[in-house]
């Protein structure tokens, strides 16, 4: 975990490693957002569908079980 301080402006510095892997520039847009007594800082994303596609999880399929429910419909 790190630690990092706040500057008289509120302002924290992001440490350099964190910037290289979420790739960080100067002037790149970070999303924040809070959650009861958490607070989110939310790098860019690469590929916003693969972001978006990993928010759901991968079982169940629920294509598969449609699938599924519909070929036992079907032998009925």
């Keep these: 975990m790190n630690t990092v301080k ?3 402006k509120g ?3 992001i440490p350099v ?6 790739e960080i520039k100067p002037g ?4 924040i957002f ?3 007594n958490l607070i989110y ?3 860019p994303a690469r590929d916003a569908l693969k972001a ?6 991968d079982h169940p399929s629920l294509s598969d079980e449609l699938l ?3 070929k036992r419909d079907f032998a009925e």
């Design 6 to 8: 706040v500057l008289a």
């Design 11 to 13: 302002q924290i510095v």
């Design 17 to 22: 490693g964190l910037r290289r892997k979420y």
């Design 28 to 31: 790149s847009t970070i999303q």
């Design 34 to 36: 809070e959650y009861e």
């Design 41 to 43: 800082l939310v790098p």
């Design 52 to 57: 978006a596609m990993r928010c759901l999880p």
């Design 68 to 70: 599924n429910e519909r």
